[in-house]
């Protein structure tokens, strides 16, 4: 079991909500989903490399007959699957301090959600909730969300510069060198080892 | 917030007394009652926050207990298991969460940190060797009477005397102490730069729970702390490192690079740290140091980094954007507010003017302190996410260029234009230019807390 | 329904244990039994099959009970939950897992109720969809970069600090041609593949409360 692979951490978190409250939270990632500008704050805090939320209505847990018995349940759940960089502290802190408004119309609905400020009840709340991850993969395990972002932009930089690189005088290549190391100067930080979780 | 009240307050932690000499006792306790019968008689002399009227006094003292030390006192078990985590372990325990690995493992840290017998710090700091002394020999006669505990190691510190005067300077050249932050109620002469960012630019002192116990913080709520309240109220959590300068190290370092960067030495000097070494910060003046500028409170440390995503002025690796990124994560600064701490602490070994020899293994160094409500939450964060570890920074898996444990290996990049004065640059290969010798965490109590345990009145809950 | 951003896929798949009492021990334990020692690294089946940025395996094994007033509940069957950010479409990438990773597949849904194995790819397919639970909402922090891309982006990225580190302060005429040369054995050169390099996890107790 474990939550951590590299610089990576999985969470998963199930809570409760009544069934009538899951329509309006359907309606609050309609909105969410359409309105781009409203995403920002997620993209800003750059430490998440995937997240999503899944409404699972009550009757509609994956049912396959073969004996398997159908469940009886009175709540819908709301799960939740996060892979973010950093420490579980770092990233709840985060999520408190400057996205509460975004969480707590998204958690609002579930049974004895305490809000999302003050961040120590809601930290024993996303504790309690939350379920250990099994087995965790990952394609780049030292690599995190801004290293992608940044490697990606080296590449297509000397991309740039290696098409032409042959065409130019030895003083127009060293121009363009210039231009190219300061295109990646802010993006040269070494892949590596996650320091140790705490 | 109500006013603080500053006679319950150690005044260490209030504000840096800015004497220049001082000297830290570490103390070993041999029997709890008679170790409460010497806080008893400590009580007394513990320096306060209250306002120096009548001038500053010739010396001042202070108190503070490792986790070890408080179990020593016998304070009662339930009490004991409330303090966090971290400080219940102990630096040393905290050596790999730390980063404090390799050339900075607790193996080779001195004896004293090494064999967990430090229980009790005493801080002294004075106006004159002379005073030092005199209040050390009484301090220590006392301890002596009362047969509490046993004096271990001492270190001592002062500040750096060019000129025969006292500076801020520490021994690499930089001008030290421009970074604490501000907090409500702790009263001092404001200065934007050092509290929190707001919406509208400005900037607002930190909440006072930050750097006290029972006090709201920056998440408006009571920071973790012992229990009963009246224990950790108006205490703090100080954290105690031993920092080895390599001087030689660094000058043959700056010396060997700047061979190859075309700003030039001092250039280069001030993008380490993201200061020039009076003090000037490069956000602000990246071309040259403005004395006047580092005079000027109002402007000193009032920059934020919004202007320079590419750390063009000042690289995004560089010390003080590291250890204070002010606006760089975006959101007003709102992400960094819980992650800040308060420096005390003075260099120790003798000053060596650049061009004059030095060895690496001469004492020489600096005794850093740091205060805060949370040492895992504030302090530890800092080290291991910021200083150890780049990536809040964007700067992947790069060190603090000055005080990183690089052992030999890593990078540090310097953020340029196309001026040949400015020009993009990559130092690779650093060794440490600053070696961990030890050190620890310690409970900085109350003129209460500290009456509570002298009595034997802490009460769990 | 949002099971995309951009170019990558956000699958969620719940499959029920099957709950045997004759099991010793239970399905559910041997799932995590087996998961706890099944390779991470460029072993994976994961790293082994295209496409799988991140992907993990839980066994969910109840609902949660939050308390007082809320009611207690409790699932009749424990599920094992398949989350998987991929390159492209759900039925290419299910197929790709059962062409490279049948032993495993088996070896982990075996214990699942009405799974046909991995060896008959359709009915495999068909199998994990009727699984499948739509993502309400799905974030990715880079939707338009595939595996590969990916991959090659960060080996390259560490190569390019090297050579501009190495090559400071060099003429033109020579910096030119060690940049072509740097850039034709770039491309020659392996990458790692998904799942390298992996570290060792080590995990210390923290900032309860912090």
Redesign the interface.
């Known amino acids: 079991m474990s939550n951590i692979n590299g610089k990576v951490y999985a969470m998963n978190a199930i809570t409760p909500m009544k069934p009538w409250k899951t329509w309006i939270l359907r309606g609050f990632f309609v909105v969410l989903g359409r309105v781009k500008p409203l995403q920002q704050d997620l993209i800003n805090l750059s430490f998440i490399e995937f997240a999503r939320w899944v409404v699972l209505p009550r009757k509609r847990f994956p049912y396959l007959g073969n004996g398997q018995k159908r469940e009886e349940l009175q709540y819908d759940y709301l799960l939740f699957f996060s892979n973010f960089n950093g420490t579980w502290n770092q990233y709840i802190d985060a999520f408190s301090a400057v996205l509460s408004r975004g969480l707590n119309l998204i958690w609002r609905w579930s049974e004895k959600f305490p809000g999302s400020v003050p961040v120590t009840p809601f930290k024993t709340y996303i504790a309690r909730v939350q379920f250990d991850t099994d087995y965790y993969y990952t394609a780049y395990p030292r690599a995190t969300a801004n290293d992608l972002k940044s490697a990606h932009i080296v590449q297509a930089s000397l991309d740039t510069l290696s098409q032409h690189a042959q065409d130019y005088t030895p003083a127009q290549f060293a121009e363009a060198y210039l231009r190219f190391v300061i295109q990646v100067q802010a993006h040269l930080g070494e892949t590596g080892e996650a320091p140790v979780v705490f | 917030m109500s006013k603080l009240n500053a006679t319950d307050i150690q005044g260490f932690v209030l504000r840096g007394y800015n004497l220049p000499i001082s000297r830290y006792l570490f103390l070993h306790l041999e029997d709890a009652s008679r170790g409460r019968k010497m806080i008893g008689r400590l009580l007394g002399q513990v320096t306060t926050g209250q306002r120096w009227d009548g001038g500053k006094p010739d010396s001042t003292v202070n108190i503070a207990f490792t986790h070890r030390g408080l179990v020593a006192l016998e304070l009662p078990l339930a009490t004991l298991l409330t303090f ?3 400080f219940q372990e102990g630096m040393r325990n ?1 050596a ?2 730390l ?1 404090d690995t390799d050339l900075n493992a607790p193996e080779r840290w001195d004896e004293v940190w090494r064999n967990g017998m430090v229980h009790v710090w005493i801080g002294v700091n004075a106006k004159s060797p002379e005073a030092l002394e005199a209040r050390c020999a009484a301090l220590l006669a006392m301890i002596q009477e009362t047969g509490g505990a046993t004096l271990l190691d001492s270190q001592d510190a002062a500040a750096v005397m060019i000129d025969g005067k006292p500076t801020t300077r520490e021994h690499f050249g930089y001008t030290d102490g421009f970074g604490n932050p501000e907090y409500l109620g702790v009263e001092r002469s404001s200065q934007p730069g050092q509290g929190k960012l707001l919406e509208d630019g400005t900037w607002a002192p930190l909440a006072t729970g930050e750097l006290l116990l029972g006090y709201a913080d ?4 009571l920071p ?1 702390a012992p229990v009963p309240h009246l224990l950790a109220a108006n205490g703090t959590f100080m954290v105690y490192r031993k920092l080895h300068q390599n001087l030689a190290a660094f000058r043959a370092y700056l010396d060997e690079q700047a061979k ?1 960067y075309g700003g030039g030495r001092e250039k280069l000097a001030a993008k380490f740290i993201g200061r020039w070494r009076d003090g000037t910060p490069l956000e602000l003046s990246p071309d040259k140091p403005d004395f006047a500028l580092t005079q000027d409170p109002k402007r000193s440390t009032n920059f934020t980094y919004s202007a320079d ?3 063009v002025r000042c690289p ?2 560089a010390h003080v954007r590291r250890v204070h990124p002010r606006d760089d ?3 007003h600064g ?2 960094i ?2 992650r800040r701490i308060t420096r005390r602490g003075l260099p120790y070994g003798t000053f060596v003017p650049e061009g004059e020899p030095v060895l690496d293994s001469e004492d020489r160094g600096v005794i850093f302190m740091a205060l805060n409500a ?1 040492i ?2 504030q302090f ?2 800092v080290q ?2 910021w200083i ?5 920074a ?5 060190k603090d260029m000055l005080i990183g444990n690089h052992c030999g290996r ?2 540090f ?1 310097v ?4 001026t040949p004065e400015n ?4 130092c ?1 290969n650093m060794p440490n230019f600053v070696d961990l010798r030890g050190g620890d965490y310690f409970f900085l109590p109350s003129i209460t807390a500290l009456g509570m345990m002298a009595l034997c009145l802490v009460d769990p809950r | 329904m949002a099971n995309k951003s951009g170019s990558v896929y956000g699958l969620t798949i719940l499959s029920p244990i099957i709950d045997d009492e004759m099991a010793t021990p239970s399905h559910d334990l041997q799932i995590r039994a087996y998961l706890a020692t099944l390779a991470t690294d460029d072993k994976s089946p994961f790293a082994l099959a295209p496409g799988t940025h991140l992907a993990r395996l839980v066994v969910m094994d109840d609902v949660i009970y939050v308390g007082m007033p809320a009611c207690e509940e409790h699932l009749k069957s424990k599920y094992l939950v398949l989350e998987s950010n991929f390159d492209g479409e759900l039925d290419n990438y299910l197929g790709g897992l059962a062409d490279t990773v049948p032993q495993q597949l088996d070896a982990i849904w075996g214990h699942c109720v009405a799974y046909p194995g991995a060896a008959n790819r359709q009915a495999f397919i068909d199998y994990m969809k009727a699984c499948q639970l739509d993502t309400t909402f799905y974030f990715a922090a880079v939707n338009d970069k595939s595996l590969p891309d990916t991959l090659r982006a960060l080996h390259t990225r560490s190569a390019v600090v090297d050579f501009i580190a190495d090559h400071q302060g060099m003429a033109p005429a020579r910096l030119q041609a060690e940049f072509i040369q740097f850039v034709a054995e770039l491309r020659l050169e392996p990458i790692p593949g998904p799942g390298a390099m992996a570290i060792p996890r080590d995990i210390k107790t923290g900032g309860k409360d912090e």
């Open positions: 966090p985590v971290e905290r790999g969460i980063g920056e998440a408006g709520e973790v190859l995503p590419e750390g995004l690796g994560f975006g959101f709102k992400l507010d819980r949370s895992s939450r530890e964060f291991q996410q150890g570890y780049g990536n809040d964007r700067q992947g898996n790069d890593g990078r990049v953020q340029g234009d196309t020009p993009p640059f990559i690779s």
